[in-house]
Each structure stands twice: as structure tokens, then as C-alpha cells.
């Protein structure tokens, strides 16, 4: 980890996020310094992660959404976010390519990292992305999807599953390629919303 903490990024690494990402050498360069300023240490912790979420919903509760995020992304698995963990995550919550988006979203889903979806696993952040709507949209959102249970349940539907069954990755991805709405009921559907954010904080 010797580079860690330097201020200019390894060659390797750079390369290998001009071509994983959207991102130019110059954004990823400033984007570095930024993440060195937050994180001297060049770590984000799943506490400071929260905290940048919470920043985003003063109007709503995204602790629970924002610690599956992280898990998803925290791939070593060390309870920390390094720079490429960091720039991943990023480029996959604001844009990033369907594929890829649709394999982070099952990693996001698949809650025990089995390799495989539940309906109980569904129902779990379906629930944290309801937290993060606040009240009064709530209350606008079409009868068959206004609580979590009713939305997980419309998901599960489509995929013609038993309640004891399990989707697997590539059911996960077919299956929601082929159908806008699921796509629409999986996510939280405001990533125009982080990133801006995160361009205010950097400026």
C-alpha cells in the first residue's frame, strides 16, 4: 500500500480507471486530490460514507441505503473504500454502462454475498430505498407500489418466482434488461442528484 498516501496517482492505477470509467486522466487526478483532502489517510470509512449520504437527504433516513452501497463496493471486503473502490462506485451510482450498472445493482441486492437473490434479501433494500423517499412523496406513489412490501413483491412477481426460490445473476440481469419498470423499481432513481452534489463538495 506504499502509494497510498501519495499525492499523485500510480500510472497503473490511472490507466486502469481511464479505461474502466468515463472518467479523463485530468478529472481522475483532481478527483484524487479532492478524496486525499476528505481522506488523508486514503481510506473512506462506512461511517464518513454514511455521513456523505446523509448530506445528500436532509429530508430522509439513507444510513441503511448507504451501508449496502458500501458493501457492495467495499470488494476486499476491509470495511474501508480506497481510491479505486471510491472512483468505481462513483462511476457506476452516476452513469457507468448498463452491464455493469446491472452487475453492481446485483451485488448491491445480493445481501449475503451467496452468489444468489432472495425475496427476503429484495424485500431488505427495497426497504432502505424507501427510506431515503421522503414522507410526502411517499404518499404520491401509485397503489400497488406505495410500501416496500408491496414493491418487492411486484418485482418478485415479474421474475415468476416461488417464495422460497432464489435469482440468480444472469436471471437478474435478462430480466431486468428486458423490463424498464423493474429497472425503475430496483434502484433509487436520483443519481443526477448525488453526483451534483459531489461536484458542489469538490468545488
Not at 490507466?15 to 486522466?25: C, I, V
Amino acid at each position: 500500500m506504499g502509494n497510498t498516501k501519495s499525492s499523485a496517482l500510480s500510472k497503473e492505477l490511472l490507466e486502469e480507471l481511464k479505461s474502466n470509467t468515463k472518467y479523463s486522466e485530468s478529472e481522475l487526478c483532481t478527483w484524487y486530490q479532492s478524496f486525499l483532502k476528505e481522506c488523508p489517510g486514503g481510506k473512506i470509512s462506512k461511517q464518513q460514507f454514511e455521513g456523505i449520504y446523509a448530506s445528500f437527504f436532509p429530508n430522509a433516513d439513507p444510513t441503511e441505503y448507504a451501508r449496502h452501497v458500501f458493501r457492495s463496493f467495499d470488494t476486499n471486503a476491509d470495511g474501508t473504500l480506497d481510491f479505486k473502490e471510491y472512483i468505481v462506485a462513483l462511476h457506476l451510482t452516476s452513469g457507468g454502462k448498463t452491464l455493469q450498472k446491472l452487475e453492481w445493482a446485483f451485488a448491491l441486492y445480493d445481501v449475503d454475498g451467496n452468489g444468489t437473490i432472495s425475496k427476503s434479501e429484495i424485500l431488505e433494500i427495497v426497504r432502505s430505498i424507501f427510506n431515503m423517499i421522503p414522507t410526502d412523496d411517499q404518499k404520491i406513489l401509485p397503489e400497488d407500489e406505495n410500501t416496500p412490501e408491496k414493491r418487492a413483491e411486484k418485482v418478485w412477481e415479474f421474475f415468476g418466482k416461488k417464495d422460497n426460490d432464489k435469482i440468480s445473476e444472469g436471471e437478474f440481469i435478462q430480466g431486468v434488461m428486458n423490463n424498464k419498470d423493474i429497472l425503475r423499481l430496483i434502484q433509487y432513481d436520483e443519481p443526477q442528484k448525488i453526483k451534483d452534489k459531489l461536484k458542489e463538495k469538490k468545488q
